[in-house]
């Protein structure tokens, strides 16, 4: 009984340790993967609004060349 008992602990032991270095890979990973998601948001986000603001300057140009109707 006592030696089961010491086989049990070990490998509870054991089990545990792998477990908490396991989340914490898993952990690391997802922080990693979370910034170079982040970034890539940012990128992605940075060059809309570029685009917007092109477009938005277009029309601004394209109504001022528009002739006004007469009334």
Do not use: T
């Amino acid at each position: 009984m006592g030696l089961w008992r010491v086989r049990a602990g070990s490998f509870l032991a054991g089990f545990g340790i792998c477990a908490g270095l396991a989340l914490y890979q898993i952990r690391q990973e997802i922080k990693e993967s979370h910034e170079v998601v982040s970034s890539q948001a940012n990128e992605y986000r940075s060059k809309l609004e570029k685009r917007v603001s092109a477009l938005e300057k277009e029309l601004a140009d394209m109504r001022h060349h528009v002739p006004q109707p007469q009334q």
